[in-house]
């Protein structure tokens, strides 16, 4: 059965850092997201992407945060300087036109 | 805008059914869908509705859907222990899937 894979599953981080997590869709999916869950709260939509540009994003998603696709498979999230409450799971997601979103594990972001 | 709401948490005896309630406010949605999260586990799709339909059934599963209330339910019947989990009620809004705060589902023996 296809997946959304990610890695890394776990990252611990300083503060002021930079942190890239990496998503691999599923092959013939055209729209990825980013979403975040903050330990115990709810998932939260950061980012949606299509045609290689951000279709869409929340007021989570301010200047520290960038997505990129460089090449045919990988989809990436760069936060460009972590803050503490950045601390939270990252999860990628993916889908075609029929709605049905899949989820990969979620990348697991501790802040120190 | 858009809002998910849930009640957080719910425990339920082996072997008996469990009602997970949500409601939501878009009722342009096509899709609503729910997800499960076992602990330290990303999201697993178990079953959505088409916004047109009242009701779905797949296996011990059964979702229904009252779009006048804008209110989802999913059931369970012969709720296991590894179903255990916290169950996201989503919606999608436009490109974007909204969740819900997720329902905490204790099974005990």
């Known amino acids: 059965e296809p997946e959304v894979t990610q890695t890394p599953s776990h990252q611990v981080t300083q503060m002021g850092q930079e942190v890239i997590l990496r998503c691999v869709p599923i092959?013939?999916?055209?729209?990825f997201y980013w979403y975040r869950q903050i330990l115990g709260q709810k998932v939260e939509f950061l980012v949606s992407f299509y045609n290689n540009e951000i279709s869409e994003k929340s007021e989570i998603f301010d200047d520290q945060f960038s997505v990129e696709r460089p090449d045919g498979s990988n989809f990436t999230l760069k936060i460009r300087s972590t803050k503490l409450e950045d601390s939270a799971m990252y999860f990628c997601?993916?889908?075609?036109?029929?709605?049905?979103?899949?989820f990969g594990e979620g990348s697991r972001l501790t802040v120190l | 805008g858009e809002d998910v709401e849930q009640s957080l948490f719910l425990s339920v005896r082996e072997g008996d059914s469990s009602v997970i309630n949500c409601t939501y406010t878009?009722?342009?949605?096509?899709?609503l869908y729910w997800y499960k999260q076992e602990p330290g586990a990303g999201l697993q799709l178990l079953t959505y509705i088409f916004s047109n339909m009242d009701m779905k059934q797949d296996q011990r599963l059964t979702v229904l859907l009252n779009k006048k209330d804008k209110h989802l339910s999913l059931r369970i019947a012969d709720t296991q222990t590894g179903d255990s989990a916290i169950y996201f009620c989503a919606e999608d809004y436009g490109q974007n899937f909204v969740f819900g705060p997720g329902t905490r589902l204790s099974v005990l023996p």
């Open positions: 092959s013939n999916h055209l729209y």
């Open positions: 997601a993916s889908n075609s036109d029929t709605g049905e979103l899949f």
């Open positions: 878009d009722s342009s949605s096509t899709y």
